[in-house]
């Protein structure tokens, strides 16, 4: 991928591919404890990153090895008493509930059960010049996806016979074969793709609008609009769209005065007819003295989710004779996107002054102001 992080951990329609396939491992019945194995280096970073989504309740965070069987091991570690086990790849995630419960349920009644898909293009077995030897029979071939599950007892089998023989699989069906065990095969989709290569990312990308997009009924557009300003005061620091900008001075507020974010959830509010910012977070509530404005227009998205909104688009303009703004506008555009859980380019920030005319001209305040376009789907 090309990648300085690991590839779960990359944004996926603005919100990490880890975490996409975890929710939809929380929306299957048949799951209870989630086990998330990542590499050692990585394991702060996920818990903190799971209490963002607010996906820690349900997670266990473990780290992982060099591996994937020394990661599966790690998780069976700290597996309470489930009968069944189920592995997935991090990086599967438009598998579906219904999928998950079906390979279960195979699991059930056989012990143990994957998913996979019939090879659809001819094969051809090549030698090491390139040259074709021969067209490979496709009919009894299929290509393995995740997830797998297996009773525990017999992925605990597995696993001691893998060690005892110095086995290394890659995957479970691989271990249970080693060892003699059947695996019945479910049929999965060609959705269910593993991101390994940037094409794939693409691939999911339009996957996963499409299917935000497939239920959405023109008529739920709704517009919404923001505004917003603080007062500059010395001694306080100035947030901007979550970046703190060097500066003499700060804005003055209730919580850290991030205009800019404040401006965006007044307009998210606004669209949705839910009143405004100050009506779900008052400055008359200390539990939002000081507080992130990320964190408040995460819990405005979280009104939107619930309502069935998505955002389209947004469009932000600070008004600001100083300092200047665009040096700092790449890190917020990641910092809204990633949380309000869209792409960078749904949002655009710009900045302008206003020739120093009125308190902003004078350098007193800052101000924002916001205008975005959500559509709520049809449940």
Same mark, same amino acid.
Request: glycine share 10%; proline share 4%.
């Given at each position: 991928?090309?990648?300085?992080?690991?590839?779960?951990?990359?944004?996926?329609?603005?919100?990490?591919?880890?975490?996409?396939?975890?929710?939809?491992?929380?929306?299957?019945?048949?799951?209870?404890?989630?086990?998330?194995?990542?590499?050692?280096?990585?394991?702060?970073?996920?818990?903190?990153?799971?209490?963002?989504?607010?996906?820690?309740?349900?997670?266990?965070?473990?780290?992982?090895?060099?591996?994937?069987?020394?990661?599966?091991?790690?998780?069976?570690?700290?597996?309470?008493?489930?009968?069944?086990?189920?592995?997935?790849?991090?990086?599967?995630?438009?598998?579906?509930?219904?999928?998950?419960?079906?390979?279960?349920?195979?699991?059930?009644?056989?012990?143990?059960?994957?998913?996979?898909?019939?090879?659809?293009?001819?094969l051809k077995k090549v030698n090491e010049q390139g040259g074709i030897i021969?067209?490979?029979?496709?009919?009894?071939?299929?290509?393995? *996806?995740?997830?797998?599950?297996?009773?525990?007892? $017999? !992925?605990? /089998?597995?696993?001691?016979? =893998?060690?005892?023989?110095? %086995?290394?699989?890659?995957?479970?069906?691989?271990?249970?074969?080693?060892?003699?065990?059947?695996?019945?095969?479910?049929?999965?989709?060609?959705?269910?793709?593993?991101?390994?290569?940037?094409?794939?990312?693409?691939?999911?990308?339009?996957?996963?609008?499409?299917?935000?997009?497939?239920?959405?009924?023109?008529?739920?557009?709704?517009?919404?609009?923001?505004?917003?300003?603080?007062?500059?005061?010395?001694?306080?620091?100035?947030?901007?769209?979550?970046?703190?900008?060097?500066?003499?001075?700060?804005?003055?507020?209730?919580?850290?005065?991030?205009?800019l974010v404040h401006a965006l959830c007044d307009a998210i509010l606004g669209?949705?007819?839910?009143?405004?910012?100050?009506?779900?977070?008052?400055?008359?509530?200390? *539990?939002?003295?000081?507080?992130?404005?990320?964190? $408040? !227009?995460? /819990?405005?998205?979280?009104? =939107?989710?619930?309502?069935? %909104?998505?955002?389209?688009?947004?469009?932000?303009?600070?008004?600001?004779?100083?300092?200047?703004?665009?040096?700092?506008?790449?890190?917020?555009?990641?910092?809204?996107?990633?949380?309000?859980?869209?792409?960078?380019?749904?949002?655009?920030?710009?900045?302008?002054?206003?020739?120093?005319?009125?308190?902003?001209?004078?350098?007193?305040?800052?101000?924002?102001?916001?205008?975005?376009?959500?559509?709520?789907?049809?449940?």
């Amino acid at each position: 991928m090309g990648l300085d992080t690991p590839k779960q951990f990359f944004a996926l329609g603005g919100i990490p591919i880890l975490i996409h396939t975890i929710r939809v491992f929380t929306q299957s019945p048949s799951i209870g404890q989630i086990i998330v194995a990542v590499p050692e280096q990585y394991l702060q970073s996920t818990i903190d990153l799971l209490d963002k989504y607010a996906l820690q309740d349900r997670c266990t965070v473990v780290a992982g090895g060099t591996h994937r069987q020394d990661s599966v091991r790690a998780g069976l570690k700290v597996l309470e008493n489930n009968p069944l086990v189920a592995v997935h790849d991090a990086v599967r995630p438009l598998i579906s509930p219904e999928l998950i419960e079906q390979t279960i349920g195979k699991a059930r009644v056989t012990g143990a059960a994957m998913l996979a898909i019939p090879v659809k293009d001819t094969l051809k077995k090549v030698n090491e010049q390139g040259g074709i030897i021969k067209t490979i029979d496709r009919s009894t071939l299929w290509q393995a *996806q995740t997830p797998q599950v297996v009773r525990a007892d $017999l !992925l605990r /089998k597995a696993f001691a016979a =893998a060690d005892n023989d110095g %086995f290394v699989g890659t995957d479970e069906a691989s271990l249970l074969e080693h060892i003699g065990l059947p695996v019945t095969v479910v049929e999965g989709s060609e959705r269910n793709i593993k991101i390994t290569r940037p094409e794939d990312l693409l691939v999911a990308e339009a996957l996963l609008h499409h299917e935000k997009s497939g239920n959405i009924d023109m008529h739920g557009l709704r517009i919404g609009q923001g505004f917003d300003a603080h007062r500059l005061v010395g001694g306080r620091p100035l947030i901007l769209g979550g970046v703190n900008i060097p500066h003499s001075k700060g804005l003055l507020g209730h919580s850290d005065a991030d205009v800019l974010v404040h401006a965006l959830c007044d307009a998210i509010l606004g669209a949705m007819g839910q009143g405004d910012i100050g009506r779900h977070f008052p400055d008359s509530d200390p *539990q939002y003295k000081g507080a992130d404005s990320l964190v $408040l !227009l995460s /819990k405005v998205m979280d009104l =939107a989710q619930a309502g069935n %909104f998505s955002m389209i688009n947004a469009d932000i303009t600070v008004i600001a004779q100083e300092p200047k703004l665009v040096p700092y506008f790449e890190d917020m555009l990641d910092n809204l996107a990633r949380t309000c859980g869209v792409s960078r380019n749904v949002i655009n920030i710009k900045a302008t002054t206003t020739e120093k005319m009125g308190f902003t001209g004078r350098g007193e305040g800052i101000a924002a102001q916001a205008v975005v376009l959500l559509v709520k789907s049809c449940s």
